[in-house]
């Protein structure tokens, strides 16, 4: 995988994924990946899970978390960890944006 | 390493490291690490390097990154990515806060 010490976010694409969900992978390796992922108020992030560990950061805007089962209401500034192959998903109650941390790289997402 | 789901930004305590530089751990885990890190207009990250992989992700403000010798203004939205061991620090340019994501955890920051 090419090595770049620097991504610059306008060099990145922000994908439309659909039903108020986009997307920007900002920064890639084999073992780490940050992606911007935008909200709109009532999308959701369906229940799902991979094994890959993540932190997702809330930037800005309001989301209904369920993870392995427990919910939670978090706010700019609050983060929730997903360890490898937990359920989890989400539902934005005030458009927003949250960062995603994976590691390794979510390769299925290039 | 307790393992929990969620991490209110409220529960964790941002610390001075004074000159200028404030940092909070948001979320870790044995194998990643978020840290918010707030930097005053002038306030300098050392050069210094340790082997963690990171992704510093600018949320808000001016720095100036200097990673294995390169140089490069960056402002919010934009990312980097530093390889193990390579050697890098910032110069605020205006007053914001960036994202450092590692890993693995950064266990000399707990």
Redesign the interface.
């Known amino acids: 995988m090419e090595?770049?010490?620097?991504?610059?976010?306008?060099d990145q694409k922000l994908e439309d994924l659909g039903d108020g969900v986009k997307r920007k992978i900002?920064?890639?390796?084999d073992?780490?990946?940050?992606v911007?992922v935008h909200f709109e108020k009532g999308a959701v992030g369906a229940l799902h899970s991979h094994p890959h560990?993540?932190?997702s950061?809330i930037?800005s805007g309001e989301f209904e978390?369920t993870?392995?089962g427990?919910k939670?209401i978090?706010k700019?500034?609050?983060?929730?960890?997903?360890?490898p192959d937990?359920e989890h998903g989400a539902l934005c109650l005030k458009a927003g944006m949250l960062?995603d941390?994976f590691?390794p790289c979510r390769e299925d997402f290039l």
């Open positions: 090595l770049k010490n620097f991504f610059p976010g306008d900002t920064a890639f390796h073992n780490l990946m940050c911007e560990e993540q932190i950061y930037v978390f993870i392995g427990e939670k978090l700019a500034g609050d983060s929730t960890l997903k360890q937990i960062l941390f590691t």
